[in-house]
Nanobody, 116 residues
Framework: QVQLVESGGGLVQPGGSLRLSCAASGFSFSRYTMSWYRQAPGKERELVAV????????NYADSVKGRFTISRDNAKNTVYLQMNSLKPEDTAVYYC?????????WGQGTQVTVSS
């Protein structure tokens, strides 16, 4: 069955870095656009970054441009989110999403907490 499993979250101090991973299985990963979303307590889920199926196009929310980098390895069926210069406002549950209309799959999320 379809699975998206996020990992790499945790507690980090402001200014620190984390690398999130999302391992996919059960579908043709290389045919899907992949995205990272996040949801902070009391807020709506928001798009953080997106990467095309072959990795030739990326886009970012203004709030993370220049700090976060999305990448993928289609040989490993994995998408990554490198997060640098983390801020307390980056604290959220981070989710990966696979989409290829009309299909969309979500992972279970990984918690990222930025605090001193």
């Amino acid at each position: 069955q379809v699975q998206l499993v996020e990992s790499g979250g945790g507690l980090v101090q402001p200014g620190g870095s984390l690398r999130l991973s999302c391992a996919a299985s059960g579908f043709s990963f290389s045919r899907y656009t992949m995205s990272w979303y996040r949801q902070a307590p009391g807020k709506e889920r928001e798009l953080v970054a997106v990467i095309s199926s072959i990795g030739d196009f990326t886009n970012y929310a203004d709030s993370v441009k220049g700090r976060f980098t999305i990448s993928r390895d289609n040989a490993k069926n994995t998408v990554y989110l490198q997060m640098n210069s983390l801020k307390p406002e980056d604290t959220a549950v981070y989710y990966c999403k696979a989409h290829n209309v009309p299909y969309a799959y979500w992972g279970q999320g990984t918690q990222v907490t930025v605090s001193s």
